[in-house]
């Protein structure tokens, strides 16, 4: 599994949820949890959200995710069974570029998020104003 550096990751999901009123919080190896009712201290919300979803079962929903291939983006977002829960899978990470490939490559470094739950990028969108 090749990494993608934690700068490439952020400013790719900063043009993948370009609403500066989101909030959502980056982990590792490219999972992003998009908090929808951000309250408190988010990187704990993503955290526990992602210990809950993140971890890959095979045979359950847990196993299951979904492939899309972004338009403002070079590679793919992989989905699960958290609608908030997405991972990137950079263009040069699969060795073939099948859905399944990359579905299973996402999956894969969503489970690694999910139990390693290492944080590298905080985007608290509350504060945002409307610029005047």
Known sequence: MTAVNTETLTAVWQRLLADPHKSWVLFEHGTCVVL???DGELAGQATEILRTFGPAHAG???GDFGVIDP???????VTGHHNDVLTYVGPDEPQDRS???VG???RAKRHRDGT??????????RGSADPA
């Open 116 to 125: 390693e739950l290492h944080v590298v990028h905080v985007e608290d969108g």
């Open 99 to 101: 859905e399944i490939s």
């Open 60 to 62: 359950s929903s847990a």
């Open 36 to 38: 929808t009712a951000p």
């Open 71 to 77: 338009e403002n983006a070079e590679g793919w977002v």
């Open 104 to 106: 299973l490559l996402g």
